[in-house]
């Protein structure tokens, strides 16, 4: 297959798509049809209000948003915020409803509200832009960024349908970074469709060829796929940004890997240079996915052991939910699937939200100043 017959099969959105995507104004209730995602331009998409058939024991989830773009804040709504969360999926907490996220959670158990920015399909880069633009207008002294498994990969996705196909509700082009590991160099891209009319170009085959065709991602799904190996899971695509490619699948995955890692610490330089001039204080988070935490349970090498090694040298606290996680499996005499089963449907139920805010609770009162009200001494908070 080469690169028009995959676009044309698995990329291109419908004008209903379109339509939906783009659809600003809601005079219904909920954004039913769109599942929350709508266009924007800097970030690629961001969500409104929705209602999705996703959550635990195939019940609805309810979505809500305030001015500020942030989740409906259910704990303290009058108080304000020094926390703000950013990321994906695993921030935005997908499959619960508002008040079953680990901010909420953990609101109510500081005494004080956490601002939920996450949306769902962001790489690490689009939540360091979405960072840039809440924090110029409304700013929070502690900043959260949550690194899930495969925002990593994402980072270098310039069409979101690349690699995910059609089936994405937020399968359209977003800001991303080209990387070239053999001279170690990160170029910055905008959004390539950054204008509401631009979106319709995505239904315009001859369009999505001349921009998309040398695409490094396309590049080596193809070649993936010429090998027999049609890409299943978001790591299983290759990528291989200034570097020679090898027959061997395996050394195409760990070019991509090694790729999407550059891209984060690059991300993360930049949200250092962010905090630094702005005076803020950063904690980042790494979570997975069930296949994450099942490589960290069963004693297999971690695949992001480079990101770990970085965080290991950064004056800024990092927290890695696969370590909790492993604390509580070895308590357990559970099965590997069977301990995974009390946490995800997909994403964190909202028992893995729960778990999410348990595990970070302690980096929070170490992180916070002053401390949240219940670690502070009695007498100061009970007169």
Known sequence: MDARQYIEKNCLRTPEDIDTFLKQDYHERYDVRGRGWTYDA????????????????????????EPTGCRRRINFPEKEARIHTYGNSFTHCDQVSDGETWQEYLAAHLQEPIENYGVGGYSVYQAYR??????????????????????????LDSWRTIRFGRRTSCGFTLPHLAVDLAGDAVEERDNLCPAPDDIHKMAD??????????????????????????????????????????DGAEELKAAHTR?????????????????????????????????????????????????????????????????????????????????????????????????????????????????????????????
């Open 42 to 65: 800097e970030c690629g998409w961001i969500l409104v209000d929705s209602v999705r058939p996703d959550g635990v024991d195939n019940s609805n989830t309810f979505y809500h948003y």
């Open 205 to 246: 085959l001859d369009w999505a060829v001349a921009t998309f065709a040398d695409d490094p991602v396309l590049r080596v799904v193809l070649a993936s796929m010429e090998k027999g190996n049609r890409p299943t899971a978001d790591t299983d695509v290759p990528v291989t940004f200034g570097l020679p490619v090898g």
């Open 130 to 155: 979405r960072m840039l633009k809440v924090e110029k207008e409304h700013p929070a002294e502690y900043i959260l960024l949550n690194i899930w498994d495969d925002d990593n990969f994402r980072n």
């Open 259 to 383: 790729a999407a890692l550059r891209a984060t610490r690059f991300v993360l330089e930049k949200t250092e240079e962010f905090v630094k001039e702005t005076g803020r204080k950063l904690l980042v988070v790494l979570s997975y996915s069930s296949g994450g935490i099942r490589q960290a349970l069963t004693g297999e090498p971690l695949w992001d052991q480079e990101l770990v090694d970085f965080l290991e040298t950064r004056a800024y606290p990092y927290l890695d939910l696969r370590q909790p996680h492993l604390e509580e499996f070895q308590k357990f005499t559970l099965d590997v699937d069977t301990y995974l089963q009390r946490y995800y449907i997909g994403h964190y139920a909202p028992a893995g939200n729960f778990f999410f805010a348990r595990a970070l609770k302690n980096a929070f009162v170490d992180w916070l100043d002053p401390k949240p009200l219940p670690y502070r001494p009695y007498d100061e908070v009970s007169g």
